[in-house]
């Protein structure tokens, strides 16, 4: 079964901790992984996918097959960071690059000053 | 617009009743999506439109959900017979269709309580 799962409800750290949210997938095909974050009262946003190999507001993620795995890491929280932070699969269909996205539960960033 | 809007932001209705949800994609976008999240989950796959047609309707949980999208553009999730268990954010997206990878945007989000 395709499958994202955050195992992390919340996670809390202070500022300039380093943070890494955890994400691991299940999917017969070759994934394709994305970040999103909603900050309070925003909308869901794109974060950073692995396909462009980006870092993102000092946000980097490495797509590790052999533990299928997508953790989002950042050296140095900031307060600004505080938010929801989902890992997204996208289920590639309809022959082509599209395909709706399967998300895990959500892992919620607390960053205390 | 600049983003996908999504209106009524908020919508109470009683138990058995009918409700529409609207989602106003971003102006070019063909594909659109729609998806539920209930409290404490991840979003929740229901519809995708290529177009005006719904090209796969496999998360629809049963046949009171029903989705149309008669001119490509504006998409309207009906749910009819409302239940309790319907009560949940329901959240639109939409996306430019291409070979390349494309970023799905979303709205805001009509939160649905069905008391």
């Known amino acids: 079964a395709q499958r994202v799962t955050q195992p992390e409800k919340l996670l809390s750290v202070f500022k300039g901790a380093p943070v890494e949210l955890k994400c691991n997938y299940s999917?017969?095909?070759?994934?394709?992984l994305f970040w999103y974050v909603q900050y309070s009262r925003q909308r869901l946003q794109l974060l950073l996918r692995?396909?462009s190999r980006e870092s993102i507001k000092g946000f980097t993620a490495d797509l590790n097959k052999g533990e299928t795995s997508f953790h989002l890491k950042k050296p140095f929280a900031q307060e600004e960071d505080s938010a929801m932070y989902y890992c997204?699969?996208?289920?590639?269909?309809?022959?082509?690059?599209?395909?709706?996205?399967?998300f895990g539960k959500g892992t919620k960033l607390s960053v205390k000053p | 617009g600049a983003g996908v809007s999504q209106t009524p932001s908020n919508k109470v209705t009683e138990k058995g009743k009918y409700v529409e949800l609207r989602c106003d994609p971003i102006?070019?976008?063909?594909?659109l999506y729609w998806y539920r999240q209930s409290l404490g989950q991840g979003p929740e796959f229901l519809i995708y439109?290529?177009?005006?047609?719904?090209?796969?309707d496999s998360g629809l949980p049963n046949d009171r959900f029903f989705a149309v999208r008669p001119e490509g553009s504006v998409s309207t999730l009906k749910i009819q017979r409302t239940e309790r268990g319907d009560s949940a954010v329901y959240l639109c997206?939409?996306?430019?269709?291409?070979?390349?990878?494309?970023?799905?945007?979303f709205g805001q989000g009509t939160r649905l309580t069905v008391v």
């Open positions: 997206a939409s996306s430019l269709l291409g070979p390349a990878n494309t970023e799905a945007f």
């Open positions: 997204a699969l996208k289920q590639r269909r309809y022959g082509g690059s599209q395909g709706n996205l399967i």
């Open positions: 439109f290529q177009g005006t047609g719904a090209a796969d």
């Open positions: 999917y017969s095909g070759s994934p394709e």
């Open positions: 692995h396909i």
């Open positions: 102006s070019g976008h063909t594909a």
